[in-house]
């Protein structure tokens, strides 16, 4: 099971692995509050890929291609996502106020799709 979850909301018993996937660290959120079990900075977008998308939903399609060519190139950090999720299940957890399209969103589909 994988689930995608903004950093901001409250932890659940259900989130199992609470996995961070935002090159940055959220404003505002401890590290005890945020209660991660992971932060995998290797699988965020780049910066370049990041500011140019600028979370604008026209260009979703074309993030999420660039944003998956990205991941290929990260083997042991989607190999571990592949196990957190096979074990205990996985929370992708992001920072952007868009719930629809984030990087959490395409990683889980990237994930999903394989």
């Given at each position: 099971m994988i689930r995608t979850k903004r950093i901001?909301?409250?932890?659940?018993?259900?989130?199992?692995?609470?996995?961070?996937?935002d090159r940055m660290w959220p404003r505002g959120v401890s590290k005890a509050d945020g209660r991660i079990d992971e932060w995998l900075q290797e699988v965020a977008p780049?910066?370049?890929?990041?500011?140019?998308?600028?979370?604008d939903p026209?260009?979703?399609?074309?993030?999420?291609?660039?944003y998956w060519t990205e991941l290929a190139d990260q083997a042991e950090a989607i190999a571990?996502?592949?196990?957190m999720r096979r074990t205990k299940g996985v929370t992708l957890l992001y920072a952007a106020r868009d719930?629809?399209?984030n990087n959490a969103v395409a990683?889980?589909?990237y994930l999903e799709r394989r």
């Amino acid at each position: 099971m994988i689930r995608t979850k903004r950093i901001y909301e409250p932890a659940d018993d259900d989130d199992g692995f609470r996995v961070l996937i935002d090159r940055m660290w959220p404003r505002g959120v401890s590290k005890a509050d945020g209660r991660i079990d992971e932060w995998l900075q290797e699988v965020a977008p780049s910066a370049s890929l990041r500011k140019w998308f600028k979370h604008d939903p026209a260009k979703w399609v074309q993030f999420k291609q660039r944003y998956w060519t990205e991941l290929a190139d990260q083997a042991e950090a989607i190999a571990l996502l592949d196990e957190m999720r096979r074990t205990k299940g996985v929370t992708l957890l992001y920072a952007a106020r868009d719930e629809e399209h984030n990087n959490a969103v395409a990683l889980r589909e990237y994930l999903e799709r394989r």
